[in-house]
């Protein structure tokens, strides 16, 4: 799903998301129109989850399963989003 789809469904406004993430207006908007919430910071990542009541993994979605890390924050976040998978 989409970062966009999400926030849809919780009823937020950008405006909202964002001043509960704790970043501003447009970068929310950049990260939802990338949907590459795996490019922020893990903290970002996981209020982003939090603000949408969902889980990290499912707020990141596909972009994780394409995103390479680059930097050892990167890593670690992959990690933990991958520790979140459940197996149904």
Do not use: H
């Amino acid at each position: 799903m989409s970062l966009k789809y999400l926030r849809m469904q919780s009823g937020k406004s950008l405006a909202q998301v964002a001043a509960e993430v704790g970043v501003s207006k447009q970068r929310y908007c950049a990260i939802e129109k990338r949907d590459r919430i795996t490019a922020t910071s893990e903290f970002t990542a996981r209020q982003i989850a939090k603000s949408l009541g969902v889980n990290l993994f499912a707020a990141c979605d596909e972009s994780v399963l394409k995103f390479k890390p680059q930097t050892e924050e990167e890593k670690a976040l992959l990690v933990e989003l991958v520790k979140g998978i459940e197996v149904a």
